[in-house]
Each structure stands twice: as C-alpha cells, then as structure tokens.
C-alpha cells in the first residue's frame, strides 16, 4: 500500500500530468489520422524523451500507446480505413454500421468496448501488484542472468511463430535485425565486429536512428510516394453514451475478449493480432447471430476493439516483470529504460515497487482522459481524417529529421537513418512485417548482454538450463518450435491434398 | 436451330451458367458475398518484386556469412584441442580427462552471437528464396504478371524524397534549421501537388510550428555553426542561435 501511494505521489507531479495529457490527446490525434499510427508517433517521440525524466518519458508514451488505439477506431468505422493495423478488423462490422446509418452507435461501441478492455487489463495488472506484490519481490532471486537469456530466446520464438505465414520472413528480418545490433567495437575485447574499417561503424547503429528509419521515414516515403485517398463524408449523429449499454447486454463476449486481450498481451511476441483472431472467432461461435458478423455485427465490434485494448497494459508485464519486450511499442520503451539507466526485470518488484504503480495508474488515468475528450470532442477529432496523407509524409519526414540529428547531433545519423528508412519502405511494399527487425535489435542486444554476464556460471552447455526458470522455458522453447514443425507439416498435407 | 441450342447447352456444365432466355427469370454472375474471416488478419501474399528483393536479402545473408571468417574475431578464436570430444562432453556422451575448458569462456568470445545469427539468417533467407521462387514459378504458369518494373519505378520516385532528405541534412548546417526547414516544407508541399497558395502557406506554417515546438520550445539541439546568422546584427544573432 506504501508503494502504492509513493507511487501515486509520483504521479501528480505536473510535468507527469501534462506528459499524460500530452501522449493521450496526441495519441488519440495520431491513431485517428490513417498513416501515422503509435509505432511512427513513438519512434519520432523517442529522441524528445532523452531530454525528459524518465517517468515523464514513459507516461507520454504510454498516452500514445494507450490512446492511439481509440482514435484508430475512428477512421475505421467512418471511412473504412483502419487509423492503427490492429483496427483492421474494426472496418468489418463497423464501417459496415456506418453504412447502415449506425455512425454514432459503432463509435459508441468501439469507445465503450475499448475502454473496458483497456481497464480490465489494468485492474487486474493492479490487482496481480497488490495481492502478490510482497511474493514478487522474491522473483529477482529465482531470475538470474541465464533465465533472462532464455526469456529472451522465447520471445524471439514466440514472436517467429506469431507471423502464422510468413515465419520464414519474420526469422530473417529478427536474425537481420539481431546481426545489425551486433556490428561495432565490441566493449569487452575490442574486437570489431563488421565494422570494415568505418569509424561510424566502430560505436554501433544507434538503436533510435534505427528505429526512427524504419518506421517513421519509410512511412513518410511510403505516404508521398502513394496516391491520396478521398474518403467519403461521414455523419455522426446521435449521442455517443449508448454502447455503455450495450456492452452489458453482450458481457459474456465482452469479458472473454478482454481476458484474451490480457492473456496475449502478456505473451512476447504475440500482441494485437493474435488476440484479436481468438477473440472475434470466439465471439462468433458464442453470438445468436453469427452470419452477421462481418456485416455489421455489434458483438464483432466489441470483440474487436476490447481486446485490442486489453493489450497496452499487459503488455506491460514481460517488458517489466524479465525485461523482455514483447512488441515493437513496448520494445522503443525498452529504449527509455536503456537511457534512464533502469534495468527492467524481476529486481524492479524489489527496488521500484512504487514505479510500477505509477505505470499501471497512469494507464488507468489515459484511459479515463482519452475517454472524456472522445465523448467531447469526435466531430472535431473526425476532421483529421481528411488530412492529404503526402502531406503527412513530408511532414513526417521533417520531424524525423529533428528526431535524429538530436541524439549525438551527427549528420551521418540522419543519413543512415533514411537509409534504414529505404530498406523500411522496399519492405513495406513487400508486405513484409517490419516489427521482427527492432524485436531482433532489442532482444539481441538483451540476448548477447545475457550471455556476456552469464558465461561465468556456465561451466557446461547443461548449465544453461538446469536452473527451474531457465528449464522450463526452454522446454516451452522446445514445444513452441515443435508445434511450428507440427503446423507446417499439417498445413502441407491439406494442401497436397487440396 | 434447336440443334444448335442444345449444342450450346452442352458447354455449361451447370444449370447455372446457362445464357439468360425470354422467360427465365434473371440471374445474376456477381459472386456470393464473402464471409469475413478472422484469419484475414494473417493473409499474406507476395507481391510483385518480392522475388528480387528475396535475392537481395539472400545475397546480404551471404554477404554476413562469408565476411563472418574475417570480421568477428573467428581469427583469433579459442577453442578446446578436440573440438569432438567436448560436445560430446558437454551432452554428457564422452569423458574428458584433465581440465575441462568452461563452456562459458567459449561463449563470451565475440564470434559466438554473430554465429548464432547466421545459423537463423542464412537457412531463412534461403527458404525464403525457394519459396519466392516457387510463388514466381506459379504466378509464370497461370500467365499472372510477374515483372517488377512498377515497383521499380516506386523504389526510383522513393529515391527522389531520400536524395531530398540527404540535401536537406547537409544544407541545415548552411542555413539553418529554421530557414532550411521553412525551405522543405513548402518545397516539398509543391512537389506533392499541393500548390495552391492555401496549401503553400499551410506547408508554411507548419514548418515553422515544428521549429517553434522543437528548437524554440522544446530546445532540441540542431546544428549551430550557421553562415546565414553569422551575417545578422550580433544581438539579431544571438536570438536566432538560441531559439532558432
């Protein structure tokens, strides 16, 4: 409880407020605009936060992680564009509502819907702090270097087997990605490792440069090399308060989206999609009216949007509880904790109770936050979807700019930060998932630091897992990649004999 | 006459697909509406310039692997005399007698992480290949285009905005962040189509709120040694430095 309100205090510091403030309006501006999204908004934010406090840092990115999905909703349910990829499966039932005439009822459910799933995962996040808290606090001795290793390894496992069909892609892009964060000066013997005589080369790729090219500037390239889309006006009539109602009527599918939000959230590698898929089939398979689905269907709707918002906060949990970032949001805010000197993992529960607190309640603040400007404001927040998506390329790209040249103002920064931009671009033109590559600089990085600290307790290969942590998630290791050898062979032999 | 209708008949294998006649009621070739799929969420199909550009990716993984014998330190490698016997030893299938080098010593050496990266690398970029290749193959015996010269072009008008970035970086420490940025943004305002006064005075303005937000306000360090400023009044100039 002490933690808790330590924790609290924290947090009504005004820089920490106007930070919450700052990231959930941003966020909610950013996802409603299709083409930016929170990855971009994150990764052009990620140089701004070295000049910040560390719990400033963290809070504005929280706010544009956790609000960016609401507004996401927006674009998906009036234009039939999802603002943020995980609002995909939004458009189905809720543009299909639009159509109908239902504008303000979609948005109603999406809000109504996201905002229990944002909370769900949040109290219990909370709720797992405050009963098991004192318990956790001895995690930090069953964790040691091996067993973070491992966790690593798992994730980069997990992550592979979430692109269901392109997992060979997804290994290429994490070991590139891997093998990126692993060229410069090594610090320990002074070995160069793919450096071929580059002085830039000698400190290594800055993690930031990294990701602002691949995300930002190879979406900035993406948006002015397309075309502008002209959406059709849509009108939002009526109040917005009714979906509240509605989401009680349909509980059952409310609670379960909810629950998987949370269950995949806290998975590495796993995250929106995966959460998404078991939610909106599970929903269908309970629903009265399955064949609506896809047609308009409220239940798919709120299947949808809660468990995309079940996510952010479970998310959380790896990133905090081993140090493992599970997603490409979660693993920029790695970033953070790498500059503020703060080494999440198992010690956090022992040395920074009141942090996690502070976290988990600002969280829950954005959420309330995002959710009063949406029933203000929509009408005007609508507006920004019509803004000329070139436009926004440009001006994406002068941000980045900014972004870049801040961290070591090196020019040859801003350069190797367009050509990550590039590669970024022939990428997403391929369809080819670009978040295996930052997962593969961040969870290399943990992965090779790990193994460093480690090799002095690891007389042989056996050492690596004879620890109960380290053993058991390597055994999960095993049975992941047995199920994906599994899966291909079955998915081949319907296929042959198709 | 009669004949002929039959024989026409005869190419529709269903009942369906026969031509619409005076009295039948209409039918129509749309097809059915699609069921909306969860799995969606994962379709994935390769696009065109997919198979080159899984060469490249191939060719980069080759590139890593054959530079991994002169640029990781496996030069100056240390490890047991017989290398066999060791991994048996450390399965637990072989004895080793004397002193043992401690699998720890041989995984802090700096060759050891790239390695582990090539061993996922290299076999996926290969797969990927193949797979590509096969997707390719298929695409060519349906009569399905293939060429990737319209993404060729996307890449070349990329390359326009990229050459645009890199003469923005080094033209900022020339003018400045301000007047460079102003520069840009209404440049590339007229590059895109937008060029009417509105939106070259929205370029405008924009550029300018992003210097006030991030160099005025936010005092985010941007390149100082500026040949513009140094020809302004010293008061003027020192202004500009600090907040512009």
């Not at chain 1, 040691?144 to 892009?173: K, P």
């Not at chain 1, 972004?403 to 590669?423: E, H, K, M, P, W």
């Not at chain 2, 060429?147 to 390359?159: D, N």
Request: hydrophobic letters at 50%; charged letters at 15%; a positive charge.
């Amino acid at each position: 409880m002490e933690a808790f309100l330590t924790g609290i205090d924290s947090l009504m510091q005004p820089a920490v407020l106007l930070a919450i403030l700052i990231g959930s309006v941003g966020g909610l501006i950013i996802g409603a605009i299709p083409g930016i999204g929170p990855a971009i908004a994150i990764a052009i934010l990620l140089p701004a936060t070295v000049f910040l406090d560390d719990l400033v840092s963290l809070v504005l990115l929280l706010g544009v992680y956790g609000s960016s999905m609401y507004g996401g909703a927006i674009p998906a349910i009036l234009i039939n564009t999802p603002g943020t990829p995980v609002n995909a499966l939004t458009t189905y039932d809720g543009y299909a509502m639009t159509r109908r005439g239902e504008a303000a009822r979609a948005l109603s459910l999406a809000y109504s819907a996201s905002f229990f799933g944002g909370c769900f995962s949040i109290i219990i996040a909370l709720i797992a702090l405050f009963v098991f808290g004192p318990y956790l606090r001895d995690l930090g001795a069953l964790f040691g270097q091996r067993d973070i290793l491992m966790a690593a390894v798992l994730g980069g496992v997990l992550l592979i087997a979430a692109h269901r069909q392109t997992m060979g892609i997804a290994a290429l892009l994490f070991a590139f990605g891997f093998l990126i964060s692993m060229i410069g000066r090594q610090s320990t013997r002074q070995i160069d490792r793919y450096t071929f005589d580059i002085q830039y080369l000698y400190s290594g790729f800055n993690l930031i440069v990294v990701i602002v090219g691949i995300f930002a500037l190879s979406q900035a390239l993406n948006l002015m090399v397309g075309k502008d889309d002209d959406p059709p006006e849509a009108r939002i009539t009526g109040g917005l308060l009714s979906g509240f109602r509605e989401i009680v009527g349909s509980k059952v599918i409310t609670i379960s989206s909810a629950c998987y939000g949370t269950i995949m959230g806290i998975i590495p590698g796993v995250g929106e999609f995966v959460a998404q898929f078991f939610s909106y089939s599970t929903a269908r398979s309970l629903s009265k009216e399955p064949a609506r689905f896809g047609h308009g269907s409220h239940e798919g709707l709120i299947a949808s949007e809660t468990s995309n918002n079940a996510v952010p906060a479970a998310a959380m949990i790896p990133l905090l509880a081993l140090g493992v970032p599970g997603e490409a949001l979660t693993a920029m805010m790695m970033v953070v904790f790498f500059d503020a000197g703060i080494k999440p993992g198992p010690d956090i529960f022992e040395n920074n109770p009141d942090f996690l607190f502070s976290l988990f309640t600002a969280l829950l603040l954005i959420n309330i936050l995002v959710l009063a400007t949406l029933l203000f404001s929509t009408r005007l927040i609508a507006k920004m979807v019509y803004i000329p998506n070139r436009f926004l390329g440009a001006f994406i790209m002068i941000l980045s700019f900014v972004g870049v040249y801040s961290i070591r103002n090196s020019l040859t920064d801003c350069i190797f930060a367009i050509i990550f931009g590039f590669i970024g671009f022939v990428l997403r033109r391929l369809d080819w998932p670009l978040v295996p590559i930052v997962l593969g600089l961040v969870l290399g990085s943990i992965i090779v630091e790990r193994l460093t600290a480690g090799a002095g307790q690891i007389k042989s290969a056996v050492d690596l897992i004879n620890r109960p942590v380290s053993g058991t998630l390597f055994m999960v290791i095993l049975l992941v990649i047995g199920f994906i050898i599994w899966t291909s062979f079955k998915n081949r032999r319907t296929e042959y004999q198709s | 006459m009669v004949k002929t209708a039959v024989a026409s008949k005869e190419i529709y294998l269903f009942e369906d697909g026969l031509p619409f006649e005076a009295g039948q009621s209409f039918q129509s070739e749309c097809p059915r509406d699609k069921k909306v799929k969860a799995q969606n969420l994962f379709k994935f199909s390769r696009k065109r310039g997919d198979f080159q550009i899984s060469v490249v990716a191939a060719g980069i993984a080759m590139f890593f692997f054959m530079f991994f014998w002169t640029k990781t330190g496996w030069d100056g490698r240390k490890l047991p005399d017989e290398l066999g016997s060791y991994v048996a030893y450390q399965f637990g299938l072989a004895d080793i007698d004397g002193r043992v080098t401690r699998f720890g010593r041989i995984l802090k050496q700096s060759w050891v992480a790239p390695m582990l990266c090539l061993f996922v690398f290299v076999p996926a970029s290969l797969w990927n290949l193949r797979n590509s290749w096969k997707e390719m193959e298929w695409r060519k015996r349906f009569l399905l285009p293939t060429s990737a010269y319209f993404e060729l072009t996307k890449y070349v008008a990329a390359l326009e905005y990229v050459a645009y970035f890199i003469i923005y970086t080094l033209v900022v420490p020339i003018l400045g962040y301000l007047v460079s940025t102003i520069i840009l943004g209404m440049f590339l305002t007229w590059r895109l189509g937008y060029r009417s006064r509105r939106w070259i005075l929205t370029g405008f303005f924009s550029s300018l709120g992003l210097v006030i937000a991030f160099r005025t306000m936010l005092q985010i360090k941007t390149p100082l040694s500026i040949w513009l400023y140094d020809q302004l009044p010293s008061a003027a100039r020192a202004f500009m430095l600090t907040y512009f």
